[in-house]
Nanobody, 125 residues
Framework: QVQLVESGGGSVQAGDSLRLSCAAS????????VGWFRQAPGKERVFVAA????????SYADSVKGRFTISRDNAKNTAYLQMNSLKPEDTAVYYC??????????????????WGQGTQVTVSS
């Protein structure tokens, strides 16, 4: 099993940057793809970004392309989400997820086996 703990959330102003961390425990983290999802109040949990097991390929939701960067350091069992040029519509609880499947859409929550508790990101004008 893999346990995930997010950190780095907080309250910032529009245009600011923030980096989220996802610390993993367990022996299979490097065998999993990692995704970041977010959920705003009254909204569904939606895909933000994903990265392959090796970290060589990434994917992003259209809403964050060019602003967010996902990365991972398997030696440290940690994944990251660098968020730049933040907008008020980025306000949400951000969740880190890990999935052991080798195929299937990065966008689907069903393709991830493990989830963190979430960290709040609030962006104000």
């Amino acid at each position: 099993q893999v346990q995930l703990v997010e950190s780095g959330g907080g309250s910032v102003q529009a245009g600011d940057s923030l980096r989220l961390s996802c610390a993993a425990s367990g022996r299979t983290f490097s065998d999993c793809r990692v995704g970041w999802f977010r959920q705003a109040p009254g909204k569904e949990r939606v895909f933000v970004a994903a990265i392959t097991r090796s970290g060589s390929v990434t994917s992003y939701a259209d809403s964050v392309k060019g602003r967010f960067t996902i990365s991972r350091d398997n030696a440290k069992n940690t994944a990251y989400l660098q968020m730049n040029s933040l907008k008020p519509e980025d306000t949400a609880v951000y969740y880190c997820a890990a999935g052991s499947t080798r195929y299937g859409s990065d966008f689907l929550r069903a393709n991830y086996d493990y989830w963190g508790q979430g960290t709040q990101v609030t962006v104000s004008s």
